[in-house]
């Protein structure tokens, strides 16, 4: 939003600096971007006065002109019909830039004759688009300042441009009254009064309007009246050089009063050529789908079905909040006008104007909310100034539809000032500046100005107060103390699992992945997923359609990624959430790493060597103690089919408590996802890991036994097709408070065992708790091992 402090200052009664307003603006939420000094490109230009003015020798239509200048009499050559002897004018020495035609000025010849500098246009000035001839000055001294003189004489002309960013939830900021209101409440000014009497209507408007049923949520009111005997043109000096500040092109009176008006009070309005509209009525309709309009950007738009169109009964002549139609546009010849003052919907606009691709300032600021109680006003407004500037003679205004309700009122609480904001604001201030804002107060309830769509509760009535008094007055306080003693932990226990989970395994040497939680149809069906539950209704690609089921695929995607750059060894972890549905409480956290190739780089040691199932249980055990998990555990078989059917287990506490899952992944799968093996990876799931039974900060005491622990040795002879796992869990299950460890430290097969029969050896570690173990309980313990394991088997004991 870009407007000039002569403009502002149309609406606000101020003597404060350029400096204080713009601090203030900025305090306010209306960030500045920048200001422009106008001036700046014309410091260098100086007063000079024309001597002589003698007709060139070689050229009917130059003057060789002696120009006296700060440095004395200088020669100028002119082409300018202008040029004569005893006028003041803007001299441009060599060595200046003039920013008009973008030329640094030198000493040169024309025709033969030397020329020491130039005598300047408007147009090469940038100060309008007149070029017909050299400006002339009323009055100045030679050698003053141009910029000097138009700041006495005419100050619009340098005046600066200020340009602030308005949030979407701003948009009565987008009119330069709004602004002013704003500064008004902070105390910089007084907002003048700028209203107008009603004109009143000297014959019946000979142009109907109408708004279909269906079409009156995208446009609640239309109003408009026609004015006859106008005279187009160019527009008045101080409105040329108020559009022309804020980058906007003049175009003829009739248009450059609705672009004033659209800057000036938010307020978007658009010009008919009366004469142009077929059959004397406009009606606004949604689009049928397939109309057609070219449009005042003369290029051409279809439309599709529901899109806010107004036409006549010719078709479409203009796009509603968006642009008009060139068929109806006005022009120099136009002396019959139709003004429009319409309410069009922020979203259905938006809608059509993106759709189109068409970025207009009306459509800007339909989309963010103008104000529809205004929409009476804005007709007279202009109405008042084409009256005075063109001519012409006003009709009675139609309507259709009627204004839309957006009466609120919300309770003001001065003490929520405290208790939100942390400011101490007296009650009164706080009517004071709601009133200056334009809100209504009745009561303790504050009823809502129409132009302020953003205030939608009691909250934003102390906003607005801590904005106006300045957020800058926020002292900071140090908090009272709530309560003695060592406050309560903030992390829950879940939150602290996970930290000491990431920890952990960092350690280890895995690096942490952040990965999607979307993956692809086929992807998720490789890990239990891909259903119609877990499928997103708008994805942003068709890699990304399903809500994961695991986090083994984002990890292996990552490993082949990884191996497709080279990086062939890795240890990749990630802790997240998993979705088995698209329901409420269909969700829950794991913990997955994976470990990809080999442990380390080749070693003529040959300490190098291929990632095995055991590494995987073995950092699988790390992580589970790390988040409190009991050191017994029990390793079962009949994980999900994803996993080698014979080479993973499942770290349990019993047959149905499943805490992890470890082991080499399905040869399948790693084709599948494009993964060079050997990969093993593990699953913990920390919500299945009990809590401690009891909470506390403090560790319990470490308990070690003073006895001395007894190992035993025992050999089962056993069919080859029984695992290892059986006989473990078999022997640990013979005494469960003296046997603290079972291992198996050998196997072998064949020799004099024979076909199908294998032999396995495990040690037994016995540990006494109350007193050291004799022979008879060590013998007792050592029979009821044999007794399970051959129970368990159907082995024997190895002779």
Same mark, same amino acid.
């Given at each position: 939003?870009?407007?000039?402090?002569?403009?502002?200052?149309?609406?606000?009664?101020?003597?404060?600096?350029?400096?204080?307003?713009?601090?203030?603006?900025?305090?306010?939420?209306?960030?500045?971007?920048?200001?422009?000094?106008?001036?700046?490109?014309?410091?260098?230009?100086?007063?000079?006065?024309?001597?002589?003015?003698?007709?060139?020798?070689?050229?009917?239509?130059?003057?060789?002109?002696? &120009?006296?200048?700060?440095?004395?009499?200088?020669?100028?050559?002119?082409?300018?019909?202008?040029?004569?002897?005893?006028?003041?004018?803007?001299?441009?020495?060599?060595?200046?830039?003039?920013?008009?035609?973008?030329?640094?000025?030198?000493?040169?010849?024309?025709?033969?004759?030397?020329?020491?500098?130039?005598?300047?246009?408007?147009?090469?000035?940038?100060?309008?688009?007149?070029?017909?001839?050299?400006?002339?000055?009323?009055?100045?001294?030679?050698?003053?300042?141009?910029?000097?003189?138009?700041?006495?004489?005419?100050?619009?002309?340098?005046?600066?441009?200020?340009?602030?960013?308005?949030?979407?939830?701003?948009?009565?900021?987008?009119?330069?009254?709004?602004?002013?209101?704003?500064?008004?409440?902070?105390?910089?000014?007084?907002?003048?009064?700028?209203?107008?009497?009603?004109?009143?209507?000297?014959?019946?408007?000979?142009?109907?309007?109408?708004?279909?049923?269906?079409?009156?949520?995208?446009?609640?009111?239309?109003?408009?009246?026609?004015?006859?005997?106008?005279?187009?043109?160019?527009?008045?000096?101080?409105?040329?050089?108020?559009?022309?500040?804020?980058?906007?092109?003049?175009?003829?009176?009739?248009?450059?009063?609705?672009?004033?008006?659209?800057?000036?009070?938010?307020?978007?309005?658009?010009?008919?050529?009366?004469?142009?509209?077929?059959?004397?009525?406009?009606?606004?309709?949604?689009?049928?789908?397939?109309?057609?309009?070219?449009?005042?950007?003369?290029?051409?738009?279809?439309?599709?079905?529901?899109?806010?169109?107004?036409?006549?009964?010719?078709? &479409?002549?203009?796009?509603?909040?968006?642009?008009?139609?060139?068929?109806?546009?006005?022009?120099?010849?136009?002396?019959?006008?139709?003004?429009?003052?319409?309410?069009?919907?922020?979203?259905?606009?938006?809608?059509?104007?993106?759709?189109?691709?068409?970025?207009?300032?009306?459509?800007?600021?339909?989309?963010?909310?103008?104000?529809?109680?205004?929409?009476?006003?804005?007709?007279?407004?202009?109405?008042?100034?084409?009256?005075?500037?063109?001519?012409?003679?006003?009709?009675?205004?139609?309507?259709?539809?009627?204004?839309?309700?957006?009466?609120?009122?919300?309770?003001?609480?001065?003490?929520?000032?405290?208790?939100?904001?942390?400011?101490?604001?007296?009650?009164?201030?706080?009517?004071?500046?709601?009133?200056?804002?334009?809100?209504?107060?009745?009561?303790?309830?504050?009823?809502?100005?129409?132009?302020?769509?953003?205030?939608?509760?009691?909250?934003?009535?102390?906003?607005?107060?801590?904005?106006?008094?300045?957020?800058?007055?926020?002292?900071?306080?140090?908090?009272?103390?709530?309560?003695?003693?060592?406050?309560?932990?903030?992390?829950?226990?879940?939150?602290?699992?996970?930290?000491?989970?990431?920890?952990?395994?960092?350690?280890?040497?895995?690096?942490?992945?952040?990965?999607?939680?979307?993956?692809?149809?086929?992807?998720?069906?490789?890990?239990?997923?891909?259903?119609?539950?877990?499928?997103?209704?708008?994805?942003?690609?068709?890699?990304?359609? $399903?809500?994961?089921?695991?986090?083994?695929?984002?990890?292996?995607?990552?490993?082949?990624?990884?191996?497709?750059?080279?990086?062939?060894?890795?240890?990749?972890?990630?802790?997240?959430?998993?979705?088995?549905?698209?329901?409420?409480?269909?969700?829950?956290?794991?913990?997955?790493?994976?470990?990809?190739?080999?442990?380390?780089?080749?070693?003529?040691?040959?300490?190098?060597?291929?990632?095995?199932?055991?590494?995987?249980?073995?950092?699988?055990?790390?992580?589970?103690?790390?988040?409190?998990?009991?050191?017994?555990?029990?390793?079962?078989?009949?994980?999900?089919?994803?996993?080698?059917?014979?080479? $993973?287990?499942?770290?349990?506490?019993?047959?149905?408590?499943?805490?992890?899952?470890?082991?080499?992944?399905?040869?399948?799968?790693?084709?599948?996802?494009?993964?060079?093996?050997?990969? &093993?990876?593990?699953?913990?799931?920390?919500?299945?890991?009990?809590?401690?039974?009891?909470?506390?900060?403090?560790?319990?005491?470490?308990?070690?036994?003073?006895?001395?622990?007894?190992?035993?040795?025992?050999?089962?002879?056993?069919?080859?097709?029984?695992?290892?796992?059986?006989?473990?869990?078999?022997?640990?299950?013979?005494?469960?408070?003296?046997?603290?460890?079972?291992?198996?430290?050998?196997?072998?097969?064949?020799?004099?065992?024979?076909?199908?029969?294998?032999?396995?050896?495990?040690?037994?570690?016995?540990?006494?708790?109350?007193?050291?173990?004799?022979?008879?309980?060590?013998?007792?313990?050592?029979?009821?091992?044999?007794?399970?394991?051959?129970?368990?088997?159907?082995?024997?004991?190895?002779?």
């Amino acid at each position: 939003m870009k407007f000039t402090l002569s403009w502002l200052k149309d609406h606000l009664d101020t003597t404060a600096s350029l400096d204080e307003i713009t601090y203030a603006l900025t305090d306010l939420g209306l960030e500045v971007e920048g200001v422009e000094d106008r001036g700046a490109k014309l410091a260098d230009f100086t007063l000079g006065y024309v001597e002589s003015a003698e007709k060139h020798p070689d050229a009917d239509r130059l003057r060789v002109c002696q &120009v006296q200048t700060d440095e004395g009499v200088q020669q100028i050559i002119c082409g300018a019909p202008n040029a004569r002897e005893g006028i003041t004018v803007v001299v441009a020495k060599p060595g200046v830039y003039v920013p008009g035609i973008d030329t640094t000025i030198g000493v040169g010849k024309i025709r033969g004759i030397e020329s020491f500098g130039m005598m300047a246009s408007e147009r090469e000035l940038e100060l309008s688009d007149e070029h017909d001839g050299i400006i002339e000055l009323p009055s100045g001294k030679v050698g003053d300042s141009f910029v000097d003189w138009l700041a006495e004489n005419d100050p619009a002309k340098v005046d600066p441009v200020i340009e602030i960013a308005i949030t979407p939830n701003r948009p009565d900021a987008l009119g330069v009254r709004g602004i002013a209101r704003d500064l008004a409440a902070r105390g910089l000014g007084k907002l003048k009064k700028r209203d107008c009497d009603a004109v009143e209507g000297a014959f019946a408007c000979p142009v109907s309007v109408t708004i279909d049923e269906d079409t009156l949520d995208a446009c609640p009111v239309f109003y408009g009246r026609v004015i006859r005997g106008v005279k187009n043109g160019p527009s008045p000096a101080w409105l040329q050089d108020a559009l022309r500040a804020i980058g906007l092109r003049p175009i003829s009176f009739l248009v450059d009063v609705t672009n004033f008006f659209t800057f000036d009070r938010n307020r978007p309005l658009h010009v008919f050529d009366a004469d142009k509209i077929a059959g004397n009525t406009l009606r606004v309709h949604r689009a049928k789908g397939g109309e057609t309009l070219k449009g005042l950007d003369e290029k051409d738009y279809t439309f599709s079905e529901g899109m806010t169109l107004i036409s006549d009964a010719n078709g &479409v002549e203009s796009i509603a909040g968006v642009m008009g139609g060139l068929p109806s546009g006005v022009t120099e010849e136009t002396e019959n006008v139709f003004i429009e003052a319409a309410y069009f919907d922020p979203v259905r606009t938006a809608y059509t104007g993106r759709a189109l691709k068409i970025n207009s300032d009306a459509r800007y600021r339909f989309e963010r909310g103008i104000d529809p109680e205004w929409t009476p006003y804005g007709i007279e407004h202009a109405t008042r100034m084409i009256l005075d500037h063109a001519g012409g003679e006003a009709s009675e205004v139609v309507v259709a539809g009627r204004v839309p309700d957006t009466a609120r009122a919300y309770r003001l609480d001065a003490k929520r000032v405290i208790s939100l904001v942390g400011m101490e604001i007296p009650e009164s201030d706080q009517r004071q500046t709601l009133t200056a804002l334009g809100f209504r107060l009745e009561g303790d309830m504050a009823h809502v100005p129409s132009w302020r769509p953003d205030v939608q509760g009691e909250a934003d009535l102390v906003e607005e107060v801590a904005r106006i008094a300045s957020l800058t007055k926020l002292q900071g306080r140090p908090l009272p103390r709530l309560s003695d003693g060592v406050p309560r932990p903030v992390l829950s226990p879940a939150q602290r699992r996970a930290t000491s989970a990431r920890r952990t395994a960092a350690a280890l040497g895995y690096h942490e992945c952040v990965s999607y939680s979307f993956i692809d149809s086929a992807s998720a069906a490789l890990f239990g997923g891909g259903t119609q539950a877990t499928q997103l209704e708008n994805p942003i690609s068709s890699d990304m359609s $399903h809500m994961r089921p695991d986090l083994l695929p984002g990890l292996l995607q990552a490993a082949a990624r990884n191996q497709a750059r080279g990086q062939a060894d890795m240890a990749l972890f990630e802790l997240g959430p998993v979705f088995d549905g698209g329901e409420p409480g269909e969700q829950r956290s794991l913990i997955t790493g994976i470990l990809v190739g080999r442990t380390g780089p080749k070693d003529v040691l040959g300490a190098s060597r291929a990632v095995d199932v055991f590494d995987a249980k073995a950092d699988a055990e790390a992580i589970l103690a790390a988040m409190g998990a009991p050191a017994k555990v029990q390793i079962m078989r009949g994980a999900e089919g994803w996993w080698h059917p014979g080479r $993973h287990g499942k770290i349990c506490l019993g047959p149905k408590k499943v805490l992890g899952v470890f082991g080499e992944l399905h040869p399948k799968v790693l084709r599948e996802m494009d993964v060079k093996g050997p990969v &093993v990876a593990f699953t913990l799931y920390p919500d299945e890991v009990p809590l401690p039974r009891k909470s506390g900060a403090t560790r319990p005491a470490l308990k070690l036994s003073d006895l001395q622990a007894v190992e035993r040795d025992f050999a089962f002879v056993v069919d080859a097709d029984v695992e290892a796992l059986t006989v473990v869990n078999a022997a640990m299950g013979a005494d469960k408070t003296l046997i603290s460890d079972v291992r198996v430290f050998d196997e072998f097969i064949g020799g004099s065992l024979g076909e199908g029969k294998k032999s396995l050896a495990i040690t037994v570690r016995l540990q006494p708790v109350e007193a050291t173990l004799k022979d008879a309980d060590i013998e007792a313990i050592g029979q009821r091992v044999v007794e399970k394991v051959a129970k368990a088997t159907g082995g024997t004991l190895r002779g």
